[in-house]
């Protein structure tokens, strides 16, 4: 179920994307509510998944912002994965998270837009740590941008009585192109390949690409992007281009956000 809220008169800091981050930061004192919703539907088994973020941001200095949010995640799919079309089951997780980005050029101003940005996410059985670059451009209503991202994921787990400790290392690279009408209106592409390490080899890899659509406000703005995946480089199901056992086959994100 997606949450919604209502509108909060102020000036926002509005994203054109979906999954690529851009350099933009709140100014010192400004602050922001900004909920996320992410639907990924569709592998080999029936395999449904929503995701949910509500988000404070805060500036905290000069070209300084942070944030801390809470991390919800519902699944649906089959019990047993290897013989699809039995009974389905329901689970869910949840985490909270920190995040901070420093903004060092302007994408305006500057030749281009360069930001870094830090994130730990903690739940009761894992903890991830994630860092990206973030690169920008924006010429007159034309917006590029580009993130390199890298993450590490370590999970436990109890089998057999015993305690098993998985980790995994991710690696993403993503790139935007967005034109931003006079009237607030936004329309774009991305492109994100997601690439997973276990034990330094590469496990699975995809491209994902799709349309992003923006709206923006003094009060409010909103994104919304559809990526479906488009092909893989590793772990393909079989008889498929798509690995559709890692990742999924849709991916739909909705932004949402309000100055406070």
């Known amino acids: ?47 449904n998944r929503l995701d949910q973020r509500i988000e404070y941001e805060f500036g905290v200095a000069k070209n300084l912002m942070s944030a801390f949010y809470l991390n919800y995640t519902s699944k ?61 451009k924006q010429i007159h209503n034309t917006l590029f941008a580009f993130n390199l991202s890298g993450e590490y994921e370590s999970a436990s ?29 936004g329309t774009g592409f991305e492109l994100r390949n997601e690439t997973i390490f276990v034990d330094q080899s590469i496990e699975h890899s995809s491209i994902f690409g799709g349309v ?3 709206y923006s406000t003094e009060a409010w703005w909103a994104t919304v992007s559809f990526l479906p995946q488009i092909t893989s480089f590793k772990g393909e199901s079989p008889g498929s281009q798509l690995n559709l056992n890692e990742f999924e086959k849709f991916h739909t994100r909705l932004l949402l956000s309000f100055h406070i």
Not at 1 to 27: K, Q
Not at 91 to 110: C, G, N
Not at 164 to 176: F, M, N, P, R
């Open 212 to 214: 992003t659509l923006s």
């Open 1 to 47: 179920m997606f949450i919604f809220v209502l509108p909060i008169s102020g000036r926002a800091n509005e994203r054109r994307f979906g999954y690529t981050y851009e350099t933009s930061v709140l100014p010192l004192g400004a602050k922001e509510i900004e909920i996320w919703n992410t639907d990924r539907r569709g592998r080999d088994y029936f395999y």
């Open 76 to 136: 649906t799919k089959d019990d047993n994965e290897n013989a699809p079309g039995g009974n389905k089951s329901n689970s869910f997780e949840a985490s909270i998270s920190s995040e901070w980005k420093y903004k060092l050029s302007d994408r305006v101003a500057d030749p281009f837009g360069f930001a870094v940005y830090g994130e730990g996410t903690l739940a009761t059985d894992e903890f991830e740590l994630e860092g990206k670059l973030i690169f920008d």
């Open 157 to 185: 787990d109890i089998v057999n009585g015993k305690e098993i400790i998985s980790e995994e290392v991710k690696v993403e690279t993503s790139l935007g192109a967005a034109y931003i009408f006079s009237n607030g209106f």
